[in-house]
């Protein structure tokens, strides 16, 4: 499986890893953490440089019950960090976590690669035709409802059922316009019960049959520091140990807080493959 970034092909049938950037305050785990430039640069840095492929970053908190972003105030933070990212670093493969279409929009001009989408067009109507209209990989996610709403919002008939169902259709509208560089994440903790998390990674490979990479983004989640009965300061251990399990169901992609410490559960799943295969 292959998407095209900028020109370049990327083969996501070697996992790669995707290493979190939140510019915003109010982010479960590091929100208001990285307050000025010389400090997003050193976090950038220092996640490029333990291995991680792309950057995300996100201007607009989608925790649970987070506050409402106006537009603006989510272009104005995302822009200057684009510029200043790609100034220091213009290799970097940045991804852009917003639901806007016009955040979008102006964030692939500015010199962003892909855009991921927690509501999968849902949330904006025109989000799915200016993705076609720019020609880059798009992760499309699911949720129901909105980061406000969506912890309401968890009865499902069949949970991963449910799910295969919505990227069927979502995919199918993407490639009608055009879309051809699609990642599907299945959203561990967006309208999910704690169960329902383990029950969606306990049945992850099913997400195979969706022939889409898959891109698994767990890090520091309550899932992990609430069974373990701490808090998301000390969930790294839990995160890597279902990192691991994410990868041999076949995550192509883990997004996390900790890149250095995922690389290296790619680096040992990829090794444990190899020595099977011989």
């Known amino acids: 499986m292959t998407i095209n970034c900028k020109g370049k092909l990327l083969d996501l049938s070697s996992p790669k890893v995707m290493g979190i950037l939140n510019i915003t ?33 996100g201007a607009y908190s989608s ?12 272009l104005k933070r995302i822009l200057p960090i684009i510029e200043l990212i790609l100034k220091e670093f213009p290799e970097t493969l940045l991804s852009i976590d917003t639901f806007r279409s016009h955040v979008a929009k102006q964030s692939i001009e500015a010199g962003a690669c892909m855009i991921n989408d927690i509501s999968a067009g849902k949330l904006d109507k025109n989000m799915l035709s200016t993705i076609a209209s720019l020609h880059v990989p798009y992760i499309m996610m699911h949720m129901r409802g909105t980061p406000q709403t969506m912890q309401q919002l968890t009865q499902y008939d069949n949970l991963t059922k449910d799910i295969l169902f919505y990227f069927s259709e979502r995919i199918a509208k993407a490639k009608a316009l055009g879309i051809t560089d699609i990642i599907v994440d299945p959203g561990f903790g967006f309208a999910k019960t704690l169960d329902q998390n383990f029950e969606l990674l306990n049945k992850l490979e099913l997400f195979k049959m969706i022939e889409k990479p898959l891109l698994v983004g767990i890090s520091r989640k309550s899932m992990i520091y609430k069974t373990l009965d701490t808090s998301a ?4 251990n839990g995160t890597s140990v279902l990192n691991t399990v994410a990868l041999q169901k ?10 250095k410490e995922a690389v290296e559960s790619v ?3 990829e090794a444990l493959v190899v020595k099977t295969d011989n």
């Not at 590091?30 to 492929?53: F, P, Q, S, W, Y």
């Not at 925790?63 to 989510?74: H, I, K, L, M, S």
């Open 233 to 236: 300061n000390n969930a790294l």
């Open 25 to 57: 305050p109010d982010s479960f785990y590091d929100g208001g953490k990285h307050k000025n430039e010389k400090d997003i640069l050193n976090h950038v840095e220092r996640m490029l440089n333990d291995g991680a492929t792309f950057i995300d970053a």
């Open 63 to 74: 925790r649970p019950n987070a506050d409402y972003v106006r537009e603006t105030d989510e």
């Open 250 to 259: 076949g995550a192509s992609i883990l997004r996390v807080h900790d890149v």
């Open 267 to 269: 680096k040992l799943i």
